[in-house]
Every structure is written in structure tokens, then in C-alpha cells.
């Protein structure tokens, strides 16, 4: 029907009473169902393209709870790893000064200051570790073997200097310099997390032998020192088969103060510190 009869009708009807009226209804039905189903159709897929956004945007909401769910209960799993080794080693620092423990996830306490006692080559320790250290040296002296002290006590300064000095190089070498930083840390412990800052660890060399190298595990004084140090309440702190469990590579060199106690039965039993702590 034309735009122009629909206005006659509705004209009409408007003037004729009900009998028109209801002849109106009958001609207008055919448009009213189309218009009724173009409406309903649109309706339908308003309902349906929303429940579809929905299923879409409830999938997603719902990956997303479960993501923030699992985030949820994660985090405090891991905060409660970290809240029971943060409370062990706490424990261990405030128990004994000997079993403090410093290593790339554990730094050493903020303006941690030992009180030193230094060597007659320059050389420094924690005093409380001196005299069974000083011991340890003049037996193994008195074994017959040449043994030197080579590095011991460093200041944080120190440790900056010596980690800035090794990133120089290996920018010297060619190392992009966003890499330096993670490759100069394989080789000297990041400034305040070397065992050396404490003052109670050593590096300690043959005469006849002082590189820093695995070959040093062969060297008369280190053969020795394996074997006896822990009488003296020292370990041998990078064993080879625990750098997954320490972060330093194997160093058949480095010796750490941890009292005789735990020193014999670290040897004993074949542990490194973190494992003597708990702490791996
Ligand atoms: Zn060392």
C-alpha cells in the first residue's frame, strides 16, 4: 500500500466510526506484521547478538577471575615462601653472626660494619673469626705448604669498584652495554652480595699456583685445606655440584668462616650453607 492510500485510510477511518476502524485494522495488518516482525526479528537479535557479547565478555571475565584467582592464590604462596625464608634467615642473623648468610637473593644487612682485624699483608677479617683462621695458616705452614690469602674483607666500595671495573671490560670486549650488567654479575657477585663484605670469607691460593680457576682444586694447599679446613670452623662455600643451590660458580679458592660446629657437619655431610640453613 502507497504512502498516500495509507494516509486516505487513516482519513477515513478517523471520520467513519468503528465499522471503518475495523476495516482499517484488517488493511493495515499485512504492514503491522512485517513491521511487528522486522521489529521482533530486531529484537531478537539485539537479545541475541548481546547473549553472544555476553558469553564473549562472560568467558573473558571469567578467564580473567580465574587468572586473577590463581594471581590471587599465587601470590600469597609465594609471599609466604619468601615471609618463611625471610624469617629463617632472620632467625639464623640474629642467632649467629658465623651462619649469616649473604648470596644473590640475600644481601647483606644495611651498614653491616664487622669489626676487623687485619693481616700483616694489608689483608682483613672479622675478628672473631681471626684467631682460628691464624691457626689454620700456621698448620698448614707447618705441613709443609705455601698458602696465600689473596682477597678477604671488602668494603661495599670496594665490591662497586670491582663489579664497575668488570662491566668496563666487557664493554671493552664488545658487550652491548644493556648486557653488562647480567654478564658481569656470572663472575663478580653484585655490590652487597658477596660473602667478602662480611669479612669472613677468603680467597686463599697456592703460592706456587694463584689463578682463580678450577685447576686450583689440585694445587698442595688446596688438597690440604679441602681436607682440614672445617676443623677450623672454615668451608669450602662454592662446591662444584651446588651452584644451582648457591649462584657462584664453582670456586676451589673461596673459604667462608661458619664456626666449627656447622663447619663439621657441612663437611660431613657434604652440604653448602644455604642447604645447612634450610634455605634452597
Ligand atoms: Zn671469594
Known sequence: ???????????????????????????????????GTVLILILCGRVIFTSGIGEITGQVAESQAVGAAAAVDAAPGQKDNRAEQAHQVKNAQ???????????WNP???NYEPELTYLKN????????YPELQQMMDDCRAAGFDPLICASYRTMEKQEALFEDKEARLI????????????????????GTSEHQLGLALDIV??????LDTEQ????????LMKNSWK??????????KSDITGIIYEPWHYRYVGKEAAAEIYENKLCLEEYLGIN
Open 122 to 129: 694489608g689483608q682483613a677479617v672479622d675478628s672473631r673469626c
Open 206 to 211: 697456592d703460592v706456587s699456583y694463584q689463578q
Open 217 to 224: 682444586e689440585n694445587t698442595p694447599v688446596q688438597q690440604w
Open 1 to 35: 500500500m502507497s504512502y498516500r492510500n495509507q494516509q486516505r485510510y487513516r482519513k477515513r477511518g478517523g471520520e467513519c466510526g468503528k465499522r471503518r476502524r475495523r476495516s482499517r485494522k484488517t488493511d493495515v495488518r499485512l504492514p503491522a506484521v512485517i513491521m
Open 108 to 110: 647483606i644487612p644495611e
Open 232 to 241: 677450623y670452623g672454615f668451608v669450602l662455600r662454592y662446591p662444584a655440584d
Open 94 to 104: 640474629e642467632q649467629e653472626w658465623n651462619l649469616l648468610l649473604v648470596n644473590p
Open 172 to 191: 671493552r670486549e664488545g658487550y652491548p652495554e644493556n648486557e653488562v650488567e647480567d654478564e658481569a654479575a656470572k663472575v663478580v657477585a653484585y655490590p
